[in-house]
């Protein structure tokens, strides 16, 4: 079931749009310009009004121009090129924009969701037969990002890490455990590694205790699951799902029609020895999961993965509910590079890369901003040798110290007359880095709601990296205490500072006060 909907915080620019398509008469999408001297945002509606009208666009876009100009809009607007209309806006404009961001606060760009969902993020999900490798943490960072991103949207999001704790995998692990116990060599597909021999160290069942270290790991990277599914809870409920779906029986097996609900061929879910296959507990935790009143379920998983999303987007709807409900986030390898050379790993050979290890090497705020700032799609490169410089040259330590900088701007700054903002903290006309900087504030909105919308939470970083750039062209060339423009200053370096926390939030990444 939906949620109500949410009241959407302060976003200048979406509402700058909204009242310039009552004047077009069409809905109007305001880009910035590559150039600042074109303006400081255009667009394209006099194009799209053009066939509507059978009328030259460029006429459109001169009777805009000059409607928008008049209604007080814009201090000025021009028509440019085939049909663009080009808009110049006030220093109040702009200065009025830093002190919606300040007003709002942490909030500024949140609740952009039209109809907010309850939804369950379901990642990592690795099998306990050892600590959490590279890739898996790659699997962590981005799919907690996108639970950031969505519960920031206005979503109400659920974490869930699902374990087998049954089957062939873990009795090869438990098998490699009991062989070092015995001072034996694992069996040859078993598990290799130091830390079989040190689980070989402690009583009872490994299991449990590699579950407690991947959760005190996980927790370590700052990802905190809801909840823990275990395989064999999930199994106990297959006769119940199964009996729901379409099915048919061949060769003694029976068979799920998958083919017939957009998958490539029909899977078998009871084989004909009578044992369930994977399948079949997939139908059986899609099942649970709906039944616990979810409107959405988002499944990170990796690349060897990428022909599961028909499959269970299938059962979804076979269980009654819309395959688009069902999504599937597959994402690429991590390859991690230091000194040069890249590391080969499999964590059954015991050359595998531990999280652990990574976060101990580069910090937990570069191991989180660097397995993010990728698109999913797309294979990491991992720089270990970059990621570990303290210098302007690692971009989150860049990003960081733009926060960390203000904070000591504002650590030296007299107090505020906290009436005194917008056009009112104006006693000059802005400068050009000044006005860059606010435009670059004033997407933060646009740049999270598409975040979220996309499953792209890798748009904020390379944001933060902007906004970072803008502060410090605008820093390096303009005082900020002891200037004419102190306090309108003040406020807008708190209204940098404000943005940069939340987007380092949004990817799991600390903001320092000190750096």
């Not at 002190?99 to 690795?126: C, L």
Request: glycine residues 8%; contains cysteine.
């Amino acid at each position: 079931m939906k949620r109500d909907k949410t009241v959407r915080s302060a976003d200048p620019v979406a509402r700058l749009a909204g009242e310039l398509s009552a004047i077009a008469g069409a809905p109007v999408t305001l880009e910035r310009p590559g150039d600042a001297e074109h303006g400081d945002y255009a667009t394209n509606v006099a194009l799209k009004l053009a066939g509507l009208q059978k009328r030259p666009p460029r006429e459109i876009a001169e009777e805009v121009a000059q409607r928008v100009v008049e209604s007080g809009l814009a201090e000025r607007a021009e028509a440019a090129g085939p049909g663009f209309v080009n808009l110049w806006l006030s220093d109040a404009w702009l200065a009025a924009g830093v002190a919606e961001i300040a007003g709002t606060g942490a909030g500024f760009g949140s609740g952009s969701a039209e109809e907010p969902e309850r939804v369950q993020v379901e990642m990592v999900s690795a099998n306990p037969t050892g600590p959490v490798t590279v890739a898996a943490a790659r699997n962590g960072a981005y799919g907690d990002a996108v639970a950031r991103v969505l519960a920031f949207a206005g979503h109400e999001v659920e974490r869930e890490y699902y374990y087998n704790d049954a089957g062939a995998q873990m009795e090869r692990f438990a098998a490699s455990v009991e062989a070092a116990r015995r001072g034996e060599e694992p069996p040859e597909d078993g598990y290799q590694g130091d830390y079989v021999g040190e689980l070989a160290e402690l009583d009872g069942n490994p299991v449990p205790i590699m579950l407690e270290r991947i959760e005190a790991t996980l927790e370590r990277f700052r990802i905190h699951f809801d909840t823990w599914e275990r395989q064999s809870a999930v199994e106990l409920e297959i006769p119940e799902a199964v009996a729901l779906l379409d099915t048919f029986e061949e060769d003694g097996a029976l068979w799920a029609r998958t083919s017939a609900h957009g998958d490539d061929k029909d899977r078998v879910l009871i084989r004909s020895a009578g044992e369930p296959t994977y399948f079949a507990a997939d139908a059986a935790y899609i099942r649970r999961k709906y039944a616990r009143g979810f409107d959405r379920l988002i499944y990170v998983l990796g690349a060897d993965h990428h022909g599961y999303v028909a499959r269970l987007q299938a059962l979804a709807e076979m269980l009654g509910h819309p395959r688009e409900s069902l999504e599937v986030l597959v994402y690429q390898l991590v390859n991690l590079v230091e000194g040069g050379a890249a590391k080969k790993m499999s964590k059954r050979r015991g050359d595998v890369v531990f999280v652990d290890e990574l976060m101990d090497t580069i910090g937990i705020d570069a191991a989180r901003w660097y397995l993010v700032s990728r698109g999913h799609d797309q294979t990491i490169e991992l720089d270990v040798d970059l990621a570990k410089e303290r210098t302007n040259k690692n971009p989150v330590y860049y990003v960081q110290y733009a926060h960390a900088r203000i904070a000591g701007i504002l650590r030296n700054a007299p107090d505020s007359d906290p009436s005194d903002t917008g056009s009112d903290s104006l006693s000059t006309a802005l400068a050009g880095e000044e006005r860059e900087l606010v435009k670059r504030l004033l997407e933060f909105p646009q740049i999270a709601r598409e975040a979220a919308e996309r499953r792209a939470p890798h748009a904020i970083p390379i944001y933060a990296i902007r906004v970072a750039d803008d502060f410090h062209r605008f820093y390096h060339q303009h005082r900020v205490l002891d200037s004419e423009q102190q306090t309108f200053r003040l406020e807008l370096v708190r209204a940098v500072q404000s943005v940069i926390a939340r987007c380092l939030d949004l990817v799991g990444v600390e903001a320092p006060e000190r750096m």
